[in-house]
Structures are given as structure tokens and as C-alpha cells.
């Protein structure tokens, strides 16, 4: 998004806000976990992530999705650090 403009990063940053909402993460810090992982791992990193995917789907709270999403994150991006 860097290369954006101010409107269209807003208008992203909305959806993800949206986007992280629908997985009832709605917390200042649940919220920017979600957005740092789309940050990280692409926009759809829920599609395309499984173990992602299984996180935010699971009825647990929204400070606990956050947790595990960044960790997923680090385990992420150390695989391809090793890789």
C-alpha cells in the first residue's frame, strides 16, 4: 500500500477492519494482529492459509485469534527465513 494514495490505503484499511470484524476480532489489538498478518502474508491470507483460516473460525476470543494469528505469522516468515 505504500504506493497508494491516502484514500485508497483508508479504503483498505477499512475493509480489513470489516474483514476482521466478521471473525469477531474487533479489539484495537485483535484488529491490527489481523491487519499485520494481511500485511504480511497477502490480502487473502485467509483463503490462501489454512491454519489461518482454522484460527479465525475457531469460537474462541478475539485476544486469544490474535495471539495465535501472530504466531502463525512468526512460524511463517522463519520457515522462509531457514528455507
Known sequence: LAGESPEAMV???KLLKEQARGF???????VAAFAMTAA??????VDRF?????I???????QRKAELLQ?????LLDTLRKG
Not at 469477531?24 to 485483535?30: C, L
Not at 479465525?56 to 478475539?62: E, G, T
Not at 504466531?71 to 512460524?75: D, F, M, N, R, S
Open 71 to 75: 504466531g502463525l505469522t512468526v512460524k
Open 50 to 54: 489454512p491454519a489461518a483460516r482454522q
Open 40 to 45: 504480511v502474508l497477502g490480502l487473502d491470507f
Open 56 to 62: 479465525l473460525f475457531r469460537p474462541i476470543a478475539q
Open 11 to 13: 479504503a483498505q484499511c
Open 24 to 30: 469477531d476480532m474487533v479489539s484495537e489489538q485483535a
